[in-house]
């Protein structure tokens, strides 16, 4: 079957996702974890020294001015599951409004950021990248607060990594998981909407809500 970028939302739709082995294998298979990942929204967890770091971090945020860089930011590691197909699906939910990307720039160099896809008011994050100290923990916080201000419900992270958990993001069983998607595939939110926020903003809504 060929996948294509309908296939894809509807995967979403009913809680699997799409991964390779690796950057190179040409095929795709779906994966619906006993165990979520999921990032509570009104529990992001922000230490002194990330918001020091965002208060004194040089970058520029911006939303979809490279989602193509963004993505192949992430893929350029040793291991990855983001193949050429999956690029080029990922790059034609964009053109549709349904996959955005959140990004750092110092300067003219994108240094950090994070892409997803967005079904209702359900945000699917796909995987991010940091070429800076704490650019990946930076783009989080802003992308929660962004998420939050949009009027998203879910925040699917797929996997809970060391650093994902360090940040306030926990498991949940399958069957809850499914649950939270439902309700938030009826609602509707706006990723484009919310402005670019003061970094005192960020540190202070992330703050009263954790």
Not at 160 to 184: F, K, M, N, Q
Request: net charge neutral; hydrophobic share 45%; charged share 20%.
């Amino acid at each position: 079957m060929t996948l294509t970028p309908d296939l894809l939302l509807h995967g979403y739709s009913i809680g699997i996702f799409p991964m390779a082995e690796h950057r190179n294998d040409p095929d795709i298979f779906w994966v619906d974890p006993r165990q979520r990942g999921v990032m509570p929204l009104d529990g992001f967890y922000m230490s002194r020294s990330l918001k020091r770091r965002i208060r004194n971090a040089p970058y520029r945020i911006a939303i979809n001015e490279d989602f193509d860089g963004t993505v192949s930011a992430c893929a350029d590691r040793s291991e990855t599951w983001i193949n050429a197909k999956i690029q080029t699906l990922y790059a034609m939910l964009h053109a549709q409004g349904h996959a955005h990307s959140l990004e750092l720039w110092e300067g003219r160099e994108l240094v950090g950021g994070v892409y997803g896809v967005v079904l209702g008011a359900a945000f699917f994050g796909e995987s991010m990248f940091s070429r800076r100290r704490d650019a990946s923990k930076i783009a989080l916080a802003y992308l929660v607060d962004r998420l939050r201000l949009g009027g998203f419900a879910l925040f699917d992270t797929q996997f809970i990594t060391p650093h994902l958990a360090s940040l306030g993001g926990v498991e949940i069983p399958r069957a809850t998981y499914h649950s939270l998607l439902a309700e938030a595939l009826k609602a509707e939110a706006d990723f484009l909407a919310p402005a670019i926020p003061a970094p005192q903003d960020v540190i202070q809504r992330n703050t009263q809500t954790s």
